[in-house]
């Protein structure tokens, strides 16, 4: 029979190896969801949220215009073979949304098959906000697949609702599937029991180094 005292150092030991040395402390683990925001520049920010899972990314994008937004994926940086979405909301108040693709400068041509999800499109004064979905592979040609790896929003705001030359642009290089470098995420990890939920907490290492006290006390 065990002493108590060993009972406790067992019981520590087996804490410390599933909670300090787990996976969710290593950096092979990633989110299955996260949220990111990136401002591209002071009249333009993106946020999204990532979905491994469905493999789905909900962006907002918040644009200091009244005019046209268009957010766009290329590797280039620039307008050469852009998967672009131009959307906004007319003086009118209807909106509008479209998935293009950009050969090059100029208007970019609105896809056959548009795989862009609206969810919202709202104006205030002098800003206005899109919200949308895509998934990460939409299996048209004239969209880009969003991978673990870097390429470049590339981002136009218009003057006016005509889509037509920009009143501002720019790119941003960005891993879209890279997760913030700071703040506290959800981690869900598959055991041989089904999906578990770890939420990162300093909780159990403070038990541990309690029961380990506790071992030399007695
Ligand atoms: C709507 C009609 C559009 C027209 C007629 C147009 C035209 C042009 C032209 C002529 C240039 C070179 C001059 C300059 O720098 O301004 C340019 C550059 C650029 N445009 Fe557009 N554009 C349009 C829409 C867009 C959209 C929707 C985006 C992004 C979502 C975009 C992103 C850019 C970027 C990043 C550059 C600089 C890199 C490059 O030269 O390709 N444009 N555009």
Redo the contacts with the bound molecule.
């Keep these: 029979m065990y002493s108590k005292s060993a009972m406790i150092l067992i019981f520590a030991v087996a804490l410390i190896s599933l909670t300090c040395g787990s996976p969710i402390d290593s950096a092979e683990t990633r989110a299955d969801t996260f949220s990111r925001t990136e401002k591209l520049t002071d009249n333009y920010t993106v946020s999204w949220d990532v979905d491994r899972k469905t493999q789905i990314v909900k962006f907002t994008v918040v644009a200091d215009t009244e005019g ?1 937004v ?3 994926f ?1 590797d ?5 073979d ?1 998967d ?3 959307g906004g909301v007319n003086p009118d108040k209807t909106t509008y949304f479209t998935d ?1 693709f ?1 050969a ?5 041509a609105v896809d056959d098959k548009q795989d862009y999800t609206l969810v919202s499109a709202t104006e205030e004064p002098g800003k206005t906000t899109l919200v949308f979905t895509r998934p990460f592979a939409t299996g048209d040609a004239k969209d880009a697949d969003i991978t673990d790896k870097k390429t470049n929003f ?3 705001i ?1 003057s006016t609702d005509d ?4 009143a501002d ?3 941003f290089a960005v891993n879209i599937l890279e997760e913030p470098s700071t703040g506290s995420t959800t981690t869900t990890t598959e055991g041989s029991g089904g999906a578990v939920n770890l939420q990162i907490s300093s909780l159990s290492c403070a038990l541990t180094v309690f029961l380990i006290a506790t071992k030399y006390l007695y």
């Design positions: 046209y268009g957010l766009g290329a280039s940086g620039t307008m050469k852009a672009i979405v131009i293009r950009a090059g400068q100029g208007v970019p590339i981002w136009a218009g889509i037509a030359h920009h642009r720019g790119s």
